[in-house]
């Protein structure tokens, strides 16, 4: 699908929880019953949108089921398309709230200051085979549509963040009794304390699809 048809298809938008909390919906999923020639979205490829570096690989975990996140630093996207979207300032200090359970939180390493973009893809058809530090070039194919962890039907839960450059995820997990205080404290991290701060996921695509199609001719 080209970037201008993924907001027919969106199916739960982006809506921004209210500050430390782990409400509202922090992506926009992509989803449909049939499309065209395509009865199911079920193992329908999955892209990277950005270059850049494999930040997590997380196999079948709740809630994400089988993700990947992807880390592109700041420094390394094009002004113009920086210029189109509109990027929260640095967190000052995490608000995480106390009705999620969570670990105590170190904040993560500042990596000479810089910033990046984190794009996560979840609910994947099958665990990636892609690692940690992995190089991604823009379009990769980064794995396909699945129905895995907290999904109802199949369908693409797409998420974007700014942070603090250099981050590493190895696990993530929540709301679930088996789930470990290193994927608790990842995914509080994560989602909560402030220092990884959401992104429209669609003003990314936007931005791209504008960046792509290069300056318009003037009237």
Not at 33 to 39: D, F, L, M, S, T
């Given at each position: 699908?080209?970037?201008?048809?993924?907001p027919q298809i969106v199916v739960n938008p982006f809506t921004p929880p209210r500050p430390g909390e782990d409400d509202g919906h922090h992506g926009v999923d992509f989803a449909y019953y049939h499309r065209g020639a395509h009865q199911?979205?079920?193992?329908?490829?999955?892209?990277?949108?950005?270059?850049?570096?494999?930040?997590?690989?997380?196999?079948?975990?709740?809630?994400?089921?089988?993700?990947?996140?992807?880390?592109?630093?700041?420094?390394?996207?094009?002004?113009?398309?920086?210029?189109?979207?509109?990027?929260?300032?640095?967190?000052?200090?995490?608000?995480?709230?106390?009705?999620?359970?969570?670990?105590?939180?170190?904040?993560?390493?500042?990596?000479?200051?810089?910033?990046?973009?984190?794009?996560?893809?979840?609910?994947?058809?099958?665990?990636?085979?892609?690692?940690?530090?992995?190089?991604?070039?823009?379009?990769?194919?980064?794995?396909?549509?699945?129905?895995?962890?907290?999904?109802?039907?199949?369908?693409?839960?797409?998420?974007?963040?700014?942070?603090?450059?250099?981050?590493?995820?190895?696990?993530?997990?929540?709301?679930?009794?088996?789930?470990?205080?290193?994927?608790?404290?990842?995914?509080?991290?994560?989602?909560?304390?402030?220092?990884?701060?959401?992104?429209?996921?669609?003003?990314?695509?936007?931005?791209?699809?504008?960046?792509?199609?290069?300056?318009?001719?003037?009237?």
């Amino acid at each position: 699908m080209t970037l201008a048809e993924l907001p027919q298809i969106v199916v739960n938008p982006f809506t921004p929880p209210r500050p430390g909390e782990d409400d509202g919906h922090h992506g926009v999923d992509f989803a449909y019953y049939h499309r065209g020639a395509h009865q199911t979205m079920v193992g329908l490829g999955i892209y990277s949108v950005l270059a850049g570096r494999v930040a997590s690989v997380i196999d079948d975990r709740p809630p994400y089921g089988n993700m990947i996140m992807v880390e592109t630093p700041l420094k390394d996207l094009p002004s113009a398309f920086l210029s189109r979207l509109i990027l929260p300032p640095s967190a000052l200090a995490p608000t995480p709230s106390p009705r999620l359970s969570c670990p105590v939180l170190t904040p993560p390493a500042a990596d000479g200051g810089q910033r990046s973009l984190y794009l996560l893809y979840a609910h994947m058809e099958k665990p990636s085979d892609l690692k940690v530090d992995d190089p991604i070039g823009c379009g990769q194919p980064l794995g396909s549509v699945g129905n895995t962890g907290f999904s109802g039907n199949p369908h693409l839960h797409f998420e974007v963040r700014v942070g603090p450059s250099g981050s590493t995820f190895e696990a993530m997990s929540h709301y679930n009794n088996r789930a470990s205080q290193v994927e608790m404290s990842n995914y509080c991290l994560w989602r909560i304390s402030g220092y990884y701060q959401l992104v429209d996921p669609l003003a990314v695509l936007a931005a791209g699809e504008a960046f792509e199609a290069g300056p318009q001719p003037a009237n």
